[in-house]
């Protein structure tokens, strides 16, 4: 009897020892896999085989990195050798993300500094790792400086050349000093080797940053001259003649013209002798304020333009010549540039009915500002008038209706609506388009141009470079492709006004005119069209009020490069609120792998128990 309990807390020893070096060899070999061991009632041993399912793993595509153009990333899931993705989650703030976080439903357009956050689960809900990528997003190129600044000199100047950038940092900076214009193939700068002007040089310079942009070349002109003298204690600040010009007395500088803007100045006028002119500026305290721009051959004529300058600034303006045989000339004056006067918002609730006669009635919400001039309404027969220019005018005052009694019924026309302020400055202006007689027509949902010709619909491509921004906020479209076109989903607040940004490099070709058709509830025939104003960097720009009554919670919209001959379209909507998109449902099927080793399992623990079997049958022999 005591050998026998003896053999038998030998044989589960041993039995349950083969069973830990089983699960340590699979969990090695097999990581899926483990044991687990269970004392049952009865106390009788259970060994138990759990399948674990494999954490997915998730890759962005491109990799962070420093980008000099919004970068569209893309999340790819893979769950090698195990059940099959599921849902893929990110966050663009750094944050962790979790499974409440933002759905991967497509490329995410990334535009800005970003830290790119992201995981995927697989079909059983086993989160994999959370990877991490951080994109450097720099459009701006770097600025150079040159220190000093081009001028006239009585002695040689050892010039220095300083490259700032504020976002991914300045690379290389390039030069030449015989006037041509720099390449990254032009002799390149190095703060150890300032570079050394003894005679009149015009010296172009441009520097790269990290991300590859490219600064415009600057120039700089240096006058060394030994007979420069000072100016006069009591410059002259005259604009019809004045100057000073020591030596030669036919030297003079007249007829000086400034034309001043809000960001820019241009500075006109006239010598006597062929000069070559520098003009420098500066504001007393402000850092970043002073400039100075050079010429690069004699002249008789001058004309001189700075830009981005500061709105509403009194600069002081400094000029200084040379002419041909030597004589030096220079000049002062001050110069306040305009304030900036920003545009009003457009009417709201812009629509027409037929009258009685057989005439329009248009009816308007005028803007609740402060500087209200006036509401012009111009009148088209062919399209939308683009400006307070185009058109026939209609009505213009403070008033929020108006009939049209130059109308002739089955015509169809198109109304645009512009705000003026007491500045004099119009806003974007929103139209209408109205055939009189039988219903307000519309723009076809499709095959048909407003103005006649093809119609064709804007490639993603381009489509991804369309701004919309709510109060500021930068908003991230989704977009969808179908058989016919792409299609644009953007979800807005309707209590923020919607501002759309065209720049002007998707802009097609010879487009005339771009225009936003709306679903309104409250315009007759349910259309309101937002009219696009051209920018100065040649991008178009319109505005959606806030309140504006959309026609539903998806509201739709077409948006039209018009051109002659030909349009080009996108389709979309806009969502209206926020909507939470669930996760997907997580099903419990395993793989056929994961049933292999299950298996696998099970022979090896009845070969476990067949030698342990033949041990047992052989002991109790021997003892016999």
Known sequence: MKKRGINKIFMCGCIFSAALFFSYFLSYVLPDCYLTYADTPGNASVVQLIVVSSQAVTTAAPAGGVYNAAVAVSLTCVDTGGVGCGSTYY???????TASSSIYLGPITISANTTLRYFSTNVDGVYGLVGSQIYIVDTIPPVTTAHPPGGIYSTAQSVTLSCTDDNSGC????????????????????????????SMTVLRFFSTDIAGNSESPQIQTYVISASTSSPPAAPSTSSSGGGFY???QTFILENLAVQTASTSIVVTWYTHEPSVSVMSWNVDGILGSSGSVSEISYIEKHVISVN?????????????AVSVGGSVLHDSFFVRTLPVSYPPPNITDFSGTSSFGGNVILTWK??????????????GTRFFPRDPTEGYIVYQGKGETVLDLNTTPDNEYYYSAFTENSSKIFSSGVGIQFFLGLSTSSIPESGTSLFGGTVSSLPISSINGIIFLNNNIVLTPVITESSSSPFITVGINPDLSLSVIIPASIIPHDTEEIIMKVSDKNSNGGNLFFLFTKMDDGSYQTTVPAYFDYESATSPFILSFLSVGYEVRVHGVFSIGTTNTSPQSATTTHGN???????????????????????KIYSSKKNK
Do not use: C, H, K, W
């Open 171 to 198: 690379d290389e900076t390039y030069y030449t000093t015989d006037g041509t214009i720099p390449t990254a193939s032009s002799t390149q700068y190095s703060v150890t080797n300032p570079i050394f002007i003894t």
């Open 593 to 615: 792998d994961n049933y292999f080793l299950l298996y696998l399992m099970i022979i090896l623990l009845l070969i476990l128990l067949i030698f342990f079997m033949t041990f």
């Open 91 to 97: 966050t663009t703030d750094g944050s962790t993300p």
């Open 246 to 248: 020591p030596g030669n």
């Open 366 to 379: 005028n803007p609740s500002i402060a500087d209200l001039d006036s509401i012009l309404i111009t009148r």
């Open 308 to 320: 981005n300058l500061q709105p509403d600034e009194e600069y002081d303006v400094t000029l200084e």
